[in-house]
């Protein structure tokens, strides 16, 4: 999974506005603070909160 370093630095959790972390192995963005996962797919995060799995 490849995401741009500069969309990482400014994307947050659309919950909590918390920092999200990088799951390579799930292609997923992680709200640790939430405890939600936003997939990814070919590159594009999907940033939805009712789309999110919880963790």
Known sequence: MFLDPGLLEILVCPQCRDRLFVDEEASELVCQACQLAYPVSDGI???????????
Request: aromatic residues 0%.
């Open 45 to 55: 995060p999907t940033m939805l909160v009712h789309e999110a799995r919880p963790l």
